[in-house]
């Protein structure tokens, strides 16, 4: 099994800036694929950003131009940069590895943006 530990949420006025880190530890070979889901209240998850292990890059259109989403397969760890946060940004973020083997979820962790 993979484990995924997210971290660095929180609460940020509008225009701010958060950076959310995720490390996998557990059976982290094969590991293929890494993103960023949110979920608001009330919403359904949905895809925020993803990077393939050759590097290609995915976003929502409502993230593109603030957010960046980064990677090292190496070491087993994803960043998703949010820059320019909205009222409407505010979500838990879930971070997400895929093998051949499974998909596997974090926690969560809370991002709320509000003045």
């Known amino acids: 099994q993979v484990q995924l530990v997210e971290s660095g949420g929180g609460l940020v006025e509008p225009g701010g800036s958060l950076k959310l880190s995720c490390a996998a530890s557990g059976r982290t070979f094969g590991i293929y694929l890494m993103g960023w889901y949110r979920q608001a209240p009330g919403n359904e998850r949905e895809l925020v950003a993803s990077?393939?292990?050759?590097?290609?890059?995915n976003y929502a259109d409502s993230v593109k131009g603030r957010f960046t989403i980064s990677g090292d397969y190496a070491k087993n760890t994803v960043f998703l940069k949010t820059d320019s946060l909205k009222p409407e940004d505010t979500a838990v973020y879930y971070c997400n590895m895929r093998a051949s083997y499974g998909n596997f979820w974090g926690q969560g962790t809370q991002v709320t943006v509000s003045s």
């Open positions: 990077i393939t292990i050759g590097g290609r890059t």
